[in-house]
């Protein structure tokens, strides 16, 4: 087996695992997940943050989807390149199908956690759609249920996202095994099939130990000043979409339409010499690296969102600031101003005995309820959420001995 061969038959195994792992981690996460604007992002913190294996499920997904439109770049560009796809072409067509259904299944997948980068990016993205001539708005509105996010945006993405795509994905791999032709079965039946796939599981299960699927603050329709990321694979148009705002529908509609046209054509193209077929994946490479690149060194120069946990702890301290610290000084130790004048019967947050006889859900009931005339009640001004990021706040600045 050639060098050639060899990277197809890994990219596809690879691609085969990728998905599998996808959609296993996707009906796990269903049954958690709840498709609303108001319910989204707490089902997917409920997820990350305390649902048993919910943590890991979210980081397969997250990974495995990355993964997958990776392994299946680099598949479709060596099959071009080995001259397959003129050979065999329902399994190059079908393969060009299956790619274009994983990136819509990864564009509609993209807003469900509901977190500022989800809702922004996908505000932006279907703003972009909105520009392609004639079906365009037709298009996003579909997507939106309407002009605007509304209580039906999410429910239809949740829709396309786990049972279209996926139901779609699902057939074009059945075709694909039913072809007696297809140059997969031929891969898939390679005796190193096996090895190959035991050794990209645990290779993989490896690296997500020590990653984490992101999750930034809660979406908030009102911060106009986010600035959205893209996922890496969007970066490249992301950044092209910057030399052409003068004429937005080369991004949305030609720049799409040419590729998208040029790799159904293939089969039927004249099937140049193997060196000019590499050419020319090696040339639309290095203007993917090229705009990618410009995209991430443009990137440093804006204000890095926060992660929910980082933006968390940054609240959490601002609310210390903003609603405690004239009770219990801004050293924990009870003698903040206003508990001097009115002789408050203020804990010292820095003293054993405290943490001795006050647990976590005394805690959370007296910033939640109060407690008399010596505590307001907070419960209509913070979340649950942000008072568990408060007392462990206070846990971390003031608890004698603390280890997380």
Known sequence: MGPLRWIITVSAVTSLVFLGLVILSGWGMAGSYVPSLTDAFPSTLYMEKYSSGGHLLRSIHYYSSSGLVFSGFVFLCCFYISGFAAKYHKSWILGVVLYLLIIGSAFTGYVLPMDQNAYWGTKVRLGI???????????????????????????????????????????????????????????????????????????????????????????????????????WYFLWLFQFGKYVEW????????????????????????????????????????????????????????????????????????????????????????????????DLQTPNFTAREFWNNTDEQQMIIAIKDGKGNDMPDFGESLTYEQILALIYHIEKSFKPNYQE
């Open 129 to 231: 759609m909105d520009t392609v001539p004639l079906v365009g708005t037709a298009i996003a509105d579909f997507l939106r249920g309407g002009a605007t996010f509304n209580s039906s945006t999410l429910p239809r993405f949740f829709t396309l996202h786990g049972s279209v795509f996926a139901t779609a994905i699902c057939l074009c791999l059945f075709i694909l095994s039913q072809s007696r032709k297809s140059v997969l079965i031929q891969y898939f039946s390679d005796q190193r099939f096996n090895v190959t796939l035991l050794v990209s599981i645990i290779l993989f299960f490896v690296l997500l130990s020590n990653f984490s699927a992101p999750l930034e603050l809660p979406a908030d329709p009102a911060d106009v000043e986010y600035n959205p990321r893209p996922e």
């Open 247 to 342: 004429a937005p529908w080369i991004q949305s509609g030609v720049l799409p339409l040419l590729g998208v046209g040029f790799l159904f054509a293939v089969p039927w193209l004249r099937n140049h010499a193997q060196k000019r077929r590499s050419a020319i994946v090696v040339s639309w490479c290095l203007v993917w690296l090229t705009l990618t690149g410009l995209a991430i060194i443009d990137d440093q120069d804006l204000y890095q969102n926060p992660n929910y946990s980082d933006g968390m702890a940054f609240g959490a301290e601002k609310n210390f600031n903003r609603l405690c610290i004239d009770c219990h000084g801004p050293g924990g130790l009870g003698d903040g101003p206003e508990a001097q004048a009115f």
